[in-house]
C-alpha cells in the first residue's frame, strides 16, 4: 500500500517539476508558476512546497495522513522565450481541475505541447524585420531608413538564430546579432552617399534584440515578492542590453564613425 | 498632414512592431491580431498624450495600462493568461533612442573631455538615462497594475466571479 502510493507520488512530483521547468524555460513569471504547480497538485490532493529559481526547482510533495514525503530537484532547460507553451499549460492547467486528468494525460499532453511547430522561419524573419522598420519610423525615421533597419534586423536575426544554433555563449549570441544588425544598418548608410551616420536606422536596428521578457519578468517578480528571482531576472536583461550595446560600440569602432 | 493621421499611421505601425515581437515569442497563431490591436492601441494612447503636452513617462504609463487592462478582457475571449497579449504589445515602447543616446553618454563620460563638455554631456546622459529607466519601470508596471487591482491570481478567477454576478464580459 504504502509502496503504491510513494509510486504515485513520485510520478505526480517528476510530473510537477516538469510542468514548472517548462514554464520558467518559456518565460512565465515566478508567481504564474507556483500558482499553476499549486493548482494541479491540489487537484490530486498533495500539499506541495517549491523552491523557484532561475536554473532550477526543488519541490516536496508530502501526504499528511500518511506521514509520506518526497524531495525532488530538476534542472531548468535552456531559457527561450515560448508563449505558445505557457498559454497550453495554462489551458491544461484548467482542464486538469475541471475534468481530472490523470498523470498519464498530463504526461501526453505535456509531450503534444513541446513538440507543437514554431513560426517557420520564412514568417519569423520577415516579420521581425518589418516590426525593426516599425521601430525605426516611430523613432523618426523616413523610408530609406526604414529599408535599411528591414535588412539589417533581417540578417542580424538569421545571425543569431545560426550562433544559437551552434550553441555559443547566449549572450555571444546576442552580441554577434547586434553586431552584425549595426554593421549592416551604418555600411548602408554610408554607402547610400549621405556620408553621415543616420542615427534612427543605427540605433533601432538592434532593437529585436531587446530583453523585454525578461525585464518585464523582472518587475513583476519583485512587486509579487519574488525579490531573488527579480533580481536575478533584471540581472539578466541588463547582461544582454550590455551585450546589445557592445556590439554598437564595435560596429562604431569598426567605421571609426 | 493632420495630427490624427499621423497618429493613426503611427498605431499601425506600434501594431507591427507588437506583432514581431509576438513572432518571436512564438505566441499561439489565434493571439496575433488582438496583439496588434492592443500595441497600436497602447502606442496611440502614448502619442496621444505626448500631444497634448504630457511627459513621456506618464504617457507610457497610460498606455501600458491601457495594454493591461485590455489584455484581462482578451485572456478570456482569446484563452490565453494575459501577459501573452501583455508583453508583445508594450515592447514598442521602449524608448529605443533614448538608451542609445544614454549608452553612448556613459561612453563620452568615461573618457577624457574638456570640464565645459563633460557637464554638459552629464546633464544629457542624467536625463535621458532616468527618462529611460522610469519609462521602463511604467512599462512594465502598466502591465502588471491591472492584475493586481484585480486581486485575483488568474484572469480565470474573474471571469467565474463576474459569471456569478450575473455580468459577462
Sequence with gaps: MEQEIKKEMKDIANMLLEVGTLLMSAGANTGRIRNTVTRIAETFGYNTELLITQRALTLTISDEENNLYFDILKRTPTHTVNFSIVSGISLMSWRIVEEKWTVHQINTELDRLTTLPHFPRFIILPLVALAGAAFCRLAGGTAPDMIITFIATFVGLFIRQEA????????????????????????????????????????????????????????????????????????????????????LLTAKFIYQL | MGWTTTLLENGIWFGFAAMGFAVLFNVPVRTLFYIWLLGALGGMTKLALLHFGQGIIIASLSGSTLIGLFSIAVAHRKHSPPLIFAIPAVIPMVPGILAYRMILGLIALAGDLQPDLYMKMLTETANNGLKV????????????????????????????ILKHHGTEM
Design chain 1, 164 to 247: 544559437t544554433k551552434m550553441r555559443f555563449n547566449f549572450y555571444l549570441c546576442v552580441y554577434f546579432a547586434a553586431l552584425t544588425a549595426s554593421l549592416i544598418a551604418a555600411g548602408l548608410s554610408l554607402m547610400m552617399g549621405w556620408g553621415h551616420l543616420q542615427e534612427h536606422a543605427f540605433a533601432t536596428s538592434v532593437l529585436f534584440l531587446i530583453p523585454g521578457v525578461p525585464l518585464i519578468n523582472s518587475f513583476s517578480d519583485m512587486i509579487d515578492g519574488n525579490l531573488q528571482n527579480g533580481i536575478i531576472r533584471g540581472l539578466n536583461g541588463f547582461i544582454i542590453s550590455f551585450a546589445i550595446a557592445l556590439g
Design chain 2, 133 to 160: 529607466l522610469f519609462v521602463l519601470m511604467s512599462l512594465a508596471g502598466g502591465v502588471a497594475i491591472p492584475m493586481l487591482i484585480t486581486r485575483k491570481e488568474s484572469a480565470k478567477e474573474l471571469k467565474l
